[in-house]
């Protein structure tokens, strides 16, 4: 990889060498293998190296670890009960917005859908990092993630990475639509070596669906925490194959959290659109504020409506969060959102697409103003 400017060329030309067969040099050959032939796995079998690579641990170089099992994200009985996915909006609201389109030609929206698009594509000199949180859990940091991650792929042409940083059980796996996982965080941080192509480190990630790339936090399984040293050698690493690396952070005040936030280009606080959600993150907000190098001009919260049943006017709980300057996208409730398993994006609302666009956008503007 060439220094300092080009290094989107770079990695999209290695991408091209592999897609035309032949393993670029330098490349390690077990790696490589999930890739041989070229273009980017289509499946997570695919993306799998045929003979078990060895993995080398940071702490002891001289050690073998055994290359990890591949698990199924979800077990397949559950995978069979989750049944069809629903589409975000019902029927009639799904007509009824195609009428209103029809009445009166959306000029004005189209202006502003690709004002977005162009903040979304805005391209970067070296990878931008987005970290997502909030101060409670359950509140929806992983779909968030995951709507920013399949948001990124869909309107850009370079590498996107959905990192998980949850070892608690995470499930940013499942909404990415990944079907198993192996290599975790960890894993990776006796795997990389400066010299590794994009085409080696893909090898060890999970191809998401749609476009884009994920690195699971474990294995799905009680394990042990990740913790804030692996978080920053992986994060470094890999920072210079992808453009944009969406971070799916435990709860705050987390250690890996907090240096998540702190390390981060850009990040987005996700606040539940409730009384308490809403005060707690702006606690978050506030502490945000006093960091040295002045977070908050590079936040963005998420009000996001996980329950259909809210009572909080969302006008009041905006202009509470934006009283300390940062921007807030309304996240609404989604049927398809709420419903669990693999994210689907046609099966979204309207509303829910249109805010994780928006979203993206605030982000991907905040990231690319810190050097
Ligand atoms: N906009 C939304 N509309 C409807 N349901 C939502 C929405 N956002 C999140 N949910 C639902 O809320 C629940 C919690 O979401 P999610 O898992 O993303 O939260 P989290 O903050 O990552 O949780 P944890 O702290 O356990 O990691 C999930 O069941 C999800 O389907
Ligand atoms: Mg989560």
């Not at 940083?165 to 070596?193: F, H, K, N, Q, Y």
């Not at 308490?276 to 606690?283: K, L, P, S």
């Not at 996240?331 to 993206?360: N, S």
Request: charged share 20%; aromatic share 2%; proline share 9%.
């Amino acid at each position: 990889m060439t220094q300092g400017g080009d290094w989107q060329l770079d990695v999209l030309r290695e991408l091209a060498d592999g897609a035309q067969g032949g393993t670029p040099p330098g490349t390690r050959p077990a790696a490589s293998s999930a890739t041989a032939g070229g273009a980017a796995p289509d499946t997570v079998r695919d993306a799998l190296p045929a003979a078990p690579p060895v993995a080398r641990r940071a702490h002891d170089p001289h050690v073998p670890a055994p290359a990890p099992e591949s698990v199924p994200t979800v077990d397949p009985r559950l995978a069979i009960a989750l049944g069809r996915p629903q589409h975000g909006d019902s029927l009639g609201r799904r007509t009824g917005r195609s009428l209103r389109r029809l009445a009166a030609p959306p000029g004005q929206e189209i202006a502003e859908q690709t004002r977005l698009a162009q903040e979304v594509q805005q391209p970067v000199t070296t990878g931008r990092v987005i970290a997502v949180t909030s101060i409670r859990g359950g509140v929806g940091k992983t779909t968030v993630s995951a709507l920013l991650g399949r948001t990124f792929n869909h309107y850009r042409h370079d590498p996107v990475l959905a990192l998980e940083a949850d070892a608690a059980l995470g499930t940013l796996p499942v909404r990415m639509g990944g079907e198993s996982v192996r290599w975790s965080c960890a894993d990776l941080t006796g795997i990389l070596t400066p010299t590794m192509q994009l085409t080696d480190i893909t090898g060890y990630l999970v191809p998401v669906s749609d476009g884009g790339w994920l690195l699971p936090a474990g294995q799905g399984t009680v394990g042990a925490p990740l913790d804030v040293r692996t978080y920053r050698t992986v994060t470094l690493a890999l920072r210079r194959y992808f453009a944009v690396t969406v971070v799916d952070c435990e709860t705050l005040p987390g250690e890996v959290a907090r240096t998540a936030m702190d390390t981060a280009h850009a990040r987005v606080v996700v606040a539940p659109m409730t009384a308490e959600g809403v005060n707690g993150t702006r606690q978050v907000l506030d502490w945000l504020a006093r960091l040295p190098h002045s977070a908050l001009a590079t936040t963005v919260v998420a009000l996001s409506a996980i329950s259909p049943d809210t009572t909080l006017d969302p006008k009041t709980a905006v202009a509470h969060l934006r009283e300390p300057g940062v921007p807030v996208v309304l996240l609404p409730y989604d049927r398809h959102l709420a419903q669990g398993g693999p994210i689907h994006t046609a099966m979204l609302g309207q509303d829910a697409r249109d805010a994780a666009v928006r979203l993206a956008a605030e982000a991907m503007h905040r990231a690319v103003r810190v050097r």
